[in-house]
């Protein structure tokens, strides 16, 4: 049904453009030597330098990441698949 304050034309042209997929941007397919570079920074953490920096990091790793953690059951090294829904719950 046509929404009563859409005159019929304006209606029928909104429908049209958000029903038109084309030009749509399919995601990134990487290429083994993409995921090769990319996997070789993995493991990489940022040092805090200055003082603000070390105070947001013991903030962020300390009173947010931690006890979050602790409150979902979630243990890094053997996570639970009940933590692990936990969290995602929690974070959507």
Known sequence: ???PLLPQKQYLAM????ADKTGRQQNHI????ELDSALATFSDKHVPETLSDKVM???MY???Y???NFITGYTHH???PSSLVWRLIVLE
Request: aromatic share 18%; charged share 25%.
């Open 1 to 3: 049904t046509v929404h």
């Open 15 to 18: 429908e049209r453009e958000m």
């Open 30 to 33: 990487w290429s083994k030597d």
């Open 57 to 59: 990091h013991g903030f």
């Open 62 to 64: 300390y009173g947010l």
């Open 66 to 68: 931690h006890p979050f």
């Open 78 to 80: 053997d996570p639970s």
